[in-house]
């Protein structure tokens, strides 16, 4: 398994709809899980941290299932402005360990 | 504040040339991080550096590449000599905790294309 795996999509939705993205890591070691957020051209930027079982900010939450090494990103009620790309990070043997990222596209 | 400053923005250069990037982290910050991206490979962590002190070069392709951290204020990447497939966009970040901390502050990055 590779170190952080990401569904690349594209993920098409409509305003309103309600999304999940997962990302699947090897190290099971790993204590803390972070969502960057990239917006087209731009820089990532920390979206949100994952030290226990979830994490909950207004229209986003992140899980943690350390069963199965995944954790999902469920946003609710999308906007037009949540199109970007997240991206799953996992430290590892080597600081941060990005994923490449699930595109979202919000549709008006 | 400013945030990490980076320069320059858009580079094109041909094969064979040296390309100098350069990265300001934020004050304070004592880590900080070259990273570059492209599609295929996504965000790749070259070399990161702890209080000016180069820590982990493991990721950095070959020896064409090297990275330089004088001061705490100023860093470089430097890529000599420079091949197509050295095109990206490279990023620099600065955290103020450890590298598993997870909060890392990327400047808005140097987009290379080598011709």
């Known amino acids: 398994r590779k170190e952080v795996e990401q569904d690349p999509g594209p993920f098409n939705v409509p305003e309103g709809a309600t999304v999940a993205f997962n990302c699947t890591y090897s190290?099971?070691?790993?204590?803390?899980f972070f969502w960057y957020r990239q917006d087209c051209r731009k820089e990532p930027k920390l979206l949100m941290s994952?030290?226990?079982s979830g994490n909950e900010d207004g229209r986003f939450t992140a899980q943690l299932n350390r069963a199965s090494q995944y954790i999902s990103l469920l946003i609710r009620d999308s906007k037009l402005s949540d199109s970007a790309t997240y991206l799953c990070?996992?430290?590892?043997?080597?600081?941060?360990?990005f994923g490449k990222g699930t595109r979202l596209s919000v549709i008006a | 504040d400013a945030g990490v400053i980076q320069s320059p923005r858009h580079e094109v250069t041909e094969m064979g040339q040296e390309v100098t990037l350069r990265c300001k982290p934020i004050?304070?910050?004592?880590?900080l991080f070259w990273y570059r991206q492209t599609m295929m490979r996504g965000l790749e962590l070259l070399i990161y550096?702890?209080?000016?002190?180069?820590?982990?070069d493991s990721g950095m392709p070959e020896d064409r590449f090297s990275a330089k951290m004088p001061n705490a204020s100023f860093s470089t990447l430097k890529i000599q000599p420079s091949e197509p497939r050295d095109s990206a966009v490279y990023f620099c970040?600065?955290?103020?905790?450890?590298?598993?901390?997870?909060?890392?502050?990327f400047g808005e990055g140097s987009r290379l294309t080598v011709l």
């Open positions: 004050s304070g910050h004592d880590y």
């Open positions: 970040a600065s955290s103020s905790g450890g590298p598993q901390t997870g909060e890392l502050f």
């Open positions: 550096f702890n209080n000016n002190v180069p820590i982990d």
């Open positions: 994952v030290y226990s």
């Open positions: 190290n099971s070691a790993s204590q803390s």
């Open positions: 990070v996992v430290p590892g043997n080597t600081p941060l360990v």
